[in-house]
């Protein structure tokens, strides 16, 4: 009778596995392509960021010049409004933008959001001298600045920006920039933020701007 033995089979009976650790270098090698991939991930997540809020300005431009178009194209009073808008955490901010709308004799408010994680900050940046900030004037309704024909379900006190029928703002008003000075007439400003960089009462430190002429009612993005 054959008698089979294990070590015709690369087989010991007695053979046992030794539980080897990392050394030196593959704990370094893996410390290295952790960390390459934290740098990525991070950087994927701030462009992220700075696109929707280039993103969010470039339609905020949009949605301006779309009522000061139509202001001039209907030689009447025009605006954009904006409200806020809690979030899941139940914050608020301004999260939301309305453009007035004019159909068939009745007068509504369209709303639309900025993209998820984007605010509107009423504030202003230490570095604008001039100017008033759109956001830092008190909320008025529609009827107040001279919009009529709106439900009553749209004319609620909002912050705003009023074009007149030449496609100047006829609001906010020329205000000082300090007690005793003389009221100069804009330029107003919008500061586009991140909302996880609305905590406390410091300026964000990435936003990005749109001025507001006064007398042309044009708004532009600020480098």
Do not use: H
């Not at 969010?56 to 808008?85: C, G, P, Y």
């Not at 956001?135 to 074009?163: K, M, Y």
């Not at 300090?178 to 933020?193: D, I, R, S």
């Amino acid at each position: 009778m054959t008698t089979v033995c294990f070590t015709q089979f690369g087989l010991s009976g007695r053979r046992s596995l030794r539980a080897q650790g990392f050394t030196l270098i593959e704990s370094l090698a893996t410390v290295v392509i952790l960390s390459i991939m934290l740098y990525v991930t991070v950087g994927s997540l701030e462009s992220l960021r700075s696109t929707s809020r280039l993103t969010a300005a470039q339609n905020l431009v949009s949605a301006l010049e779309e009522a000061r178009s139509d202001a001039m194209r209907t030689s009447s009073s025009s605006l954009i409004v904006f409200r806020q808008k809690a979030d899941d955490f139940g914050v608020q901010a301004y999260r939301e933008f309305g453009l007035l709308q004019k159909k068939g004799g009745v007068s509504g408010i369209v709303w639309r959001q900025l993209p998820s994680g984007i605010v509107l900050w009423a504030g202003l940046p230490e570095t604008i001298t001039s100017g008033t900030n759109v956001l830092s004037i008190a909320a008025q309704t529609p009827r107040q600045l001279g919009i009529t024909g709106l439900r009553e379900s749209d004319n609620q006190a909002q912050v705003a920006v009023v074009f007149g029928d030449l496609g100047e703002v006829t609001f906010p008003t020329a205000q000082a920039s300090k007690p005793g000075a003389v009221p100069t007439p804009g330029p107003y400003y919008l500061c586009v933020a991140e909302s996880a960089q609305m905590k406390g009462e410091t300026t964000p430190t990435n936003l990005q701007l749109i001025e507001i002429r006064a007398t042309t009612g044009r708004a532009q993005l600020l480098p």
